[in-house]
């Protein structure tokens, strides 16, 4: 596909691109195919998991390693982004990690400590990486946060686990940070999107049967990492400006829907 300018004159942060799979390194790839420029950034350990340095060539990106449960880290990016380019348009928040679900802990019997952890990475540092933006004055007015969501925040998907928990603080964080935010018209939403082929959702304990069942539900059929990257280009954006502290369902319909003529004969074939 090729670019529209839709970003042109944007710059911003990515957060939680690790490798070709991802979601946010789609998202990149769109961001940049479309004008803007960006700062990649992630977690200090994925220097040894993922291939970030191919991103960044390709993009044309600088990388800077941050810690997102870390303010100190934060500060640091946020104060290198606003050296680079005066100000950012935008933030991309991809990030999650849910020590429980890898460990195979059951809900009902969570370990506290890995609990607290989760939602950390996968919601406090949300509102984490705002604050720093906004102390250190590299978020402008009328700039756009998108950060990734699951339908597992409004209802139960039992192999998710924590997960459910730590993407409803996030939508929270969502409302409750864009009602400040929009005395200074910047814009914040979370994109709810299909299960999805990537490294994180491998680590989910039968996230095959999750997209699956989501594939077999879905009028459309599971949204795709490209397809997400082309939506959260639109969102960020100045097509999408009035919108905000919404939580988006990029799900090919899989949000609306109660059941499907080809899960029904599929539960009749196995329960026949």
Same mark, same amino acid.
């Given at each position: ?5 839709? !970003? %042109? ?5 990515? $957060?939680?691109?690790? *490798?070709? =799979?991802?979601?946010?390194? /789609? ?13 990649? =950034? *992630? ?9 970030? #340095? ?10 800077? &390693? ?8 934060? %500060?640091?990016? $946020? ?20 020590? %429980? ?9 969570? *370990?506290?400590? &890995?609990?607290?952890?989760?939602? #950390? ?17 590299? !978020? /402008? ?47 914040? *939403? ?20 999750? +997209?699956? $069942? ?34 988006? +369902?990029?799900?090919?319909? +899989? ?18």
């Amino acid at each position: 596909m090729s670019g529209h300018g839709l !970003l %042109n004159g944007k710059k911003g942060v990515i $957060f939680g691109a690790l *490798n070709d =799979s991802s979601i946010a390194w /789609k998202i990149a790839e769109a961001v940049h195919r479309e004008g803007g420029e960006f700062i990649l =950034s *992630n977690a200090p350990v994925a220097k040894r998991l993922g291939g970030l #340095d191919e991103l960044a060539d390709k993009t044309g990106a600088k990388i800077v &390693w941050a810690d997102a449960t870390s303010e100190e880290d934060l %500060n640091t990016l $946020f104060s290198e982004a606003k050296a680079a380019y005066g100000g950012i348009d935008f933030i991309v928040h991809s990030i999650g990690m849910g020590m %429980n679900v890898r460990k195979n802990r059951a809900y009902e019997d969570i *370990n506290y400590e &890995w609990y607290k952890k989760s939602l #950390d990475i996968s919601a406090m540092s949300l509102h984490r990486a705002i604050h720093a933006a906004t102390e250190t004055g590299a !978020l /402008k007015d009328g700039s756009s946060i998108i950060t990734l969501s699951y339908i597992g925040a409004q209802r139960t998907f039992s192999k998710y686990s924590e997960m459910g928990d730590a993407k409803a603080l996030l939508e929270s964080i969502v409302r409750s940070y864009g009602y400040r935010l929009g005395k200074r018209g910047i814009r914040i *939403n979370s994109i709810s999107q299909s299960p999805t082929m990537t490294t994180a959702g491998g680590g989910i304990t039968g996230f095959d049967g999750m +997209f699956k $069942f989501a594939e077999s539900v879905a009028p459309l059929g599971n949204a795709d990492a490209a397809s997400c990257a082309d939506y959260t280009v639109s969102m960020l954006s100045d097509l999408t400006r009035m919108v905000t502290m919404q939580n988006l +369902f990029h799900d090919g319909g +899989f949000s609306t829907m109660g059941i499907s003529d080809e899960l029904i004969e599929d539960l009749a074939k196995a329960y026949s």
